[in-house]
């Protein structure tokens, strides 16, 4: 069983930044991909940004230069830094892991608004 723990979202103004971060834990042998999701209310869940055990990365034109994701292999840990955050991307982040499973977060709430 793998266990994850998202934390830093929050309410920021318009143009301002926040750091998400999920640590991972239980059964890990290795971790060969970790990223984040978001949804609001009527729309699918979508990739933000996404990093793999090499520490390529894959991620959504909407957040290109804006978002940035990195990683602690040593704690297991993501964090998503966002910057220059405009209020539709107000939405409910999700850590994902996979591990030979996927493995989801609970999900933490970002609210972008003046």
């Known amino acids: 069983q793998v266990q994850l723990v998202e934390s830093g979202g929050g309410f920021v103004q318009p143009g301002g930044s926040l750091r998400l971060s999920c640590a991972a834990s239980?059964?890990?042998?290795?971790?060969?991909?970790m990223g984040w999701y978001r949804q609001v209310p009527g729309k699918k869940r979508e990739l933000v940004r996404h990093?793999?055990?090499?520490?390529?990365?894959d991620y959504a034109d909407s957040v290109k230069g804006r978002f940035a994701i990195s990683r602690d292999n040593a704690k297991n840990t993501v964090y998503l830094q966002m910057n220059s955050l405009k209020p539709e991307a107000t939405a409910v982040y999700y850590c994902?892991?996979?591990?030979?499973?996927?493995?989801w977060g609970k999900g933490t709430l970002v609210t972008i608004s003046s």
């Open positions: 994902y892991v996979f591990t030979g499973r996927d493995t």
């Open positions: 239980g059964n890990i042998f290795s971790i060969a991909s």
């Open positions: 990093i793999t055990s090499g520490g390529s990365t």
